[in-house]
């Protein structure tokens, strides 16, 4: 088995409660997929016939994990964005059957090849900043054919570019026009026949739910949620994204690994996330393009010890962003988060919301070797400039997937 050392490395492990987990002056073994050996300069370990990658300084970090994407759909949605920019809001667009309506109709149109291809360049971006690892949302069907259609793509996309590819089924992320005044029965239909069938095709590692005023209610929702858990699968949310229905509390009590969005959640309900192990998954692209202005509640999810993940949301309406390090930097800006939280919420915390964190998300020996080389000494400069990449190479589960600076 092929092995890699790493040496004058300087490491943000990640390791430790806080922080960056960080080693200057370090070196890193990696022997065939898995980290096996991390340490100072002056302890190399024996080893033989291994490739020798000198860093000089620079920066290692573990893989980028974009743990929230809706990246596989038809269509775009520019039009909306102009809409909104004249003062119509997110939600009065969704009403007169825009939105995430628009989407699903562009992409029951696509074929699976078109919307494979539409998604390369989305992921190719996402790619050349160093992501390793992301999640990728069905939604965009909202029928049985559509939605496994999305699936697929999904699974696609990971075996054709080697790729850590998460798919969450998201059947209940908004009514379909066919089910207008008939939710329960689409509900129904999600339950009973889209999700086992999905999953009968081995095209599901999670489920997820849209519960908001645009989308579905909290007892929908958690129908949806308790279904996924009859059938074994893990579970997650959108909640509390442009009003409090509950959500987040609700999908913590039954153990998710994560609540997304919650802008609006009630700072005083942060201590029932804190009860579960449910991670709070952040989305500032979100946040600035809908320009809103209710932050979520940071400073409790803090106080209470929360794990806060970040994602980029990418999606045709909310999100069309592209960059996790542009969702960092949103983070620092507009949350206040500090740049070593920005960095746990794009890989140990985004490793714990997909649960994976025994696997990746740190740099610690017996991980799957996926990490990136920074042409930066210090890792606050990922989340303090923006518009400039400065991956110089990734390595994914122990293989070269771009030598970059090292050819
Ligand atoms: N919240 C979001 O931000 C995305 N889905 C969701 O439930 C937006 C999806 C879209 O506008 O197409
Ligand atoms: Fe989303």
């Known amino acids: 088995m092929s092995q890699t050392l790493f040496t004058n490395a300087t490491l943000a492990t990640l390791q430790g409660e806080t922080g960056y987990g960080l080693r200057q002056q370090a070196a890193l073994l990696v022997d065939g997929d898995r980290i096996t050996w991390l340490g100072d300069m002056a302890e190399l370990p024996e080893t033989e016939g291994a490739e020798i990658v000198d860093c000089q300084q620079r920066l290692l970090t573990p893989g980028l994990i974009d743990c929230h994407t809706h990246l596989v759909y038809g269509g775009d949605r520019a039009d909306e964005f102009e809409l909104r920019l004249e003062g119509a809001s997110y939600a009065e667009i969704a009403a007169q059957g825009g939105g995430i309506v628009s989407t699903v109709n562009a992409t029951r149109q696509a074929s699976e090849q078109q919307l494979f291809a539409e998604a390369l360049p989305r992921i190719r971006a996402l790619l050349a900043e160093g992501v390793t690892t992301l999640e990728i949302k069905s939604g965009y069907g909202l029928d049985t054919e559509n939605e496994i259609k999305m699936l697929r793509v999904a699974a696609r996309l990971a075996d054709e570019l080697g790729l850590r590819v998460r798919k969450s089924f998201l059947g209940a ?118 320009r809103e202005t209710r932050l979520p509640p940071i400073d409790a999810l803090r106080e209470h010890r929360v794990a806060i993940a970040l994602a980029t949301d990418a999606n045709p309406g909310s999100s069309p962003v592209h960059s996790l390090l542009l969702i960092m930097n949103m983070a620092c800006t507009l949350f206040r988060m500090t740049p070593a939280e920005a960095l746990r919420g794009v ?36 989340s303090y400039r923006l518009g400039i990449n400065p991956c110089a190479a990734v390595m994914q589960a122990g293989n070269w997937r771009d030598r970059g600076v090292f050819q």
């Open 173 to 290: 992320h908004a009514l379909p026009a066919e089910y207008e005044g008939r939710a329960d029965e689409y509900i129904a239909l999600v339950c009973e026949e889209m999700l086992p069938q999905a999953q009968h095709e081995g095209l599901v590692d999670a489920v997820d739910v849209f519960i908001e005023s645009i989308a579905f209610d909290l007892k929908q929702g958690e129908r949806v949620l308790a279904c996924a858990q009859d059938l074994g699968l893990p579970i997650k949310a959108h909640v509390e994204q442009l009003s409090d229905l509950g959500g987040a509390v609700m999908a913590a009590r039954r153990g998710a690994l994560s609540v997304d969005h919650l802008e609006y959640l009630n700072p005083e309900d942060v201590a029932q996330l804190a009860a579960s192990d449910t991670v709070a998954v952040l989305l500032p692209g979100a946040y600035y393009v809908l």
């Open 347 to 382: 890989t140990l915390n985004a490793a714990k919301a997909l649960g994976l964190a025994d696997d990746i998300g740190s740099l610690e020996c017996g991980k799957q070797a996926d990490i990136v080389i920074w042409d930066v000494a210090r890792p606050a400069m990922l």
